[in-house]
């Protein structure tokens, strides 16, 4: 079969062993000069932060779960009543009673927006901290006009261990992946959900062709292993060792006992499993948290479908709350009775909320204007509400906060200076954090 080329005429395989900086004009010492230049201006003091951001994908109704308005007009309001929490004068809905037990371990950020209320762009935008520009597809997959947290997590802080830095679960979602940061910075999607009865990973059990005495043989080995050198080949234009990158990581997964360790949810008692929920979100948390334990910085949990344009009460009540709040409540208290809530930032949130008037079909529609983001852990101070919504939900009454605020916070939780600037294979200089700001009042 005839490679595939670029326009070029160049073949995709042949990029590989030119390499990507001759293609753009720069040298190979240029191109080290300005990672080089990247990773002083970044002076990471790493903090010892690990993420998960559990994202509700589809857009959490958060006038539904975490800022009811039970004194609105019954067209907004809605069929949930609030119920107290563990925190005084704090009160969320009533098919959320095992989070209202722990809403002492993480914040509320009630007056959080962002000017778009498409699906495509808004993930985008809570993923990256970067509203696309112009000319944004949201059909492709991947796409990516800026790197995922993740990424950029993965590259100012680099692993630790022989774990990835990055991993999404069950799967990465086509705002997960590293833009110009490059494959390097991908992260290691499932590709499975860990609910499943039969759950592994592909590229941490060796494949079946390979016997326990060939698995020693590094040539043998990466032979039978093709995911991570197609990742390569795709992003063949973002670097010039790519090849090697993905070689090393998929023997060093293949290979760690640590690794093998980490995603053998199995090894789980049967009762923390069933404490998380027998379902993808449930068992996607426990995975995560069991991940960050290993070491790996950054899990992305994409989750799916939080899109409720029909039937929203009933769809929230009988199949979405009751996983959210075994899944969300059990994360915080496990990560808190294991030691590990002071250095694990948890982030919840959907691409957006959904609009404060009930439509027709029994449903909410897609609203950025205002919704509600849950982060705790990871110095965090729980049992705050940050802002506030108007008396319908429609916008932020005051102290407005958007994703390019959530990613300096985060950011500078993991020690990682939000006005760090990186370089594109052209050598265009592009900061991490779009002018966004320390949310003070959460730390």
Known sequence: ????????????????????????GLTLPRLLELESAAKESAAPRDTGVSVIYLFLKGGLSTIDTFDLKPEAPAEFRGDFRPIDTVVPGLQIAEHLPTV?????????????THSNSSHGQADHYMLTGYLPRAGFNASLTPNNQQPAFGSVIARSLGPRGSVPPYVCVPDMHQSGGPAYLGASCAPLAIGADPSAPNFSVPDIVPPLGIDTARAGDRRALLAEVDRFQQSAEQEANRSARTVGVFQRRAFDLMTSPEAKRAFDIDAEPAAMRNRYGRHTLGQSCLLARRLV??????????????????????TLERDLLPQLDSAMSTLFEDLEDRGMLGKTLVIVSGEFGRTPRINKNAGRDHWGPAFTVAVGGGGIVGGRVIGASDERAEKPAHTPHGPEDLAATMYHLLGVDPTTTYYTPEGRPVPIVNGGRVIRSLL
């Open 293 to 314: 334990e290993a070491g790996v910085r950054c899990v992305t949990i994409d989750h799916t479908n939080w899109d409720t344009h029909d039937n929203n009460f009933i």
């Open 1 to 24: 079969m005839k490679p595939k080329t670029f326009c070029d005429g160049v073949a995709r395989r042949d990029v590989l062993r030119i390499g990507a900086a001759g293609l753009f």
């Open 100 to 112: 209202a037990r722990s809403t002492d371990k993480f914040s509320l950020i009630r007056s959080f």
